[in-house]
C-alpha cells in the first residue's frame, strides 16, 4: 500500500550506489575514513527515503475524499490500514484547534496548538522531522506532518509520528556496522534524534561533561558537511558528518 514495495526497492539502490561511488573517490591512504563515508551515504539515504516516503504518504491520504471530509470516523478506516501497513509509527488527524484524533484512541484528550510545529503547519507547509515526545504515547519520536488543503485554504492536518528508537534499530540492522564505528544525528537543535544506543536519543552532547564533544558538536551544527575528532569515554574518536536536505539534521559516522 501507498508504494511501500516501491520504496524498499529504492531504498536498496539508494544504499548499494553511495557506497560504490564514494568508496572509489576516497582517499585510498585512509580506509577507515573512506569506510565511513561510504557508510554515511548510506545512512543519510536511508533515513530520508524512509521520512519521505511517509511523507508521500501522507500526502496521498490528505488529498482523498475521506480526509477532506474532516469526519474522523470517514478516514479512520483508510488511516488505520496505512498505520498497519507500516509499523513503528502513529498517523493522526488534526483540526484548526489543536484537536486531534488516533487510530489508536479516537479523540485524544490533548491538544496539538502549543507544538512548535503547528503554526507552519497550518500556515501550509510541510514538517519534516521535527523532535518531540508524544502526548499520546510517550514515545520520543519526530514528527512528518502535511496540511489538508480546500480551496486553497487549510482546514486540517494529517501527521505521523515516527518512533525514534524503532527508527534507529532498523537503520543498524541495515548498515551492519564493523566493531568500533557507531552512528547518531542531531537535529537543528543540537538535540540527538538518532543514535546506535537508543537511550541516548533526545540527549545534547554539548551536555554530556568532554568539551572536545562539544567543540566538535557546535562544528557540526554550524557546518554543513566535514570531518571532526572528540574524546569520549576516554578514546579518541573521528566523525564524518553531512546534513540531510530533508530535515537537515546532521548524520555523522563515528570510528576511532
Do not use: C
Request: hydrophobic share 45%.
Amino acid at each position: 500500500m501507498f508504494g511501500k514495495y516501491v520504496f524498499g526497492f529504492i531504498a536498496l539502490l539508494m544504499l548499494a550506489v553511495p557506497r560504490i561511488g564514494i568508496a572509489q573517490t576516497a582517499d585510498a591512504r585512509n580506509p577507515a575514513e573512506a569506510n565511513a563515508q561510504s557508510l554515511l551515504a548510506a545512512f543519510v539515504s536511508y533515513t530520508d527515503l524512509r521520512l519521505l516516503s511517509i511523507q508521500r504518504s501522507l500526502k496521498i491520504l490528505a488529498s482523498t475524499t475521506e480526509a477532506k471530509s474532516l469526519n474522523w470516523k470517514k478516514m479512520e478506516p483508510l488511516f488505520r490500514g496505512y498505520q498497519e501497513s507500516d509499523t513503528g509509527l502513529i498517523v493522526w488527524f488534526a483540526r484548526p484547534d489543536g484537536t486531534y484524533f488516533t487510530v489508536a484512541k479516537g479523540l485524544v484528550g490533548k491538544n496539538l496548538s502549543d507544538r512548535s510545529y503547528f503554526p507552519p503547519l497550518f500556515s501550509g507547509k510541510s514538517i519534516d522531522g521535527e523532535l518531540v515526545v508524544s502526548k499520546s504515547t510517550g514515545h520520543r519520536s519526530a514528527v512528518i506532518a502535511v496540511p489538508i488543503m480546500e480551496k486553497g485554504k487549510v482546514v486540517g492536518a494529517i501527521g505521523a509520528s515516527v518512533f525514534l528508537v524503532g527508527l534507529a534499530e532498523q537503520v543498524s540492522a541495515t548498515l551492519a556496522l564493523p566493531p568500533k564505528t557507531s552512528f547518531f544525528a542531531l537535529a537543528p537543535s543540537g538535540l540527538t534524534a538518532l543514535h546506535e544506543k537508543t537511550n541516548r536519543e533526545f540527549l545534547d552532547p554539548r551536555d554530556l561533561g568532554s568539551e572536545t564533544l562539544k567543540k566538535a558538536a557546535n562544528e557540526m551544527l554550524t557546518h554543513p558537511a566535514g570531518t571532526t575528532s572528540y574524546q569520549f569515554d576516554k578514546v579518541t574518536k573521528q566523525a564524518a558528518y553531512r546534513t540531510s536536505p530533508l530535515t537537515q539534521w546532521k548524520f555523522a559516522i563515528v570510528f576511532e
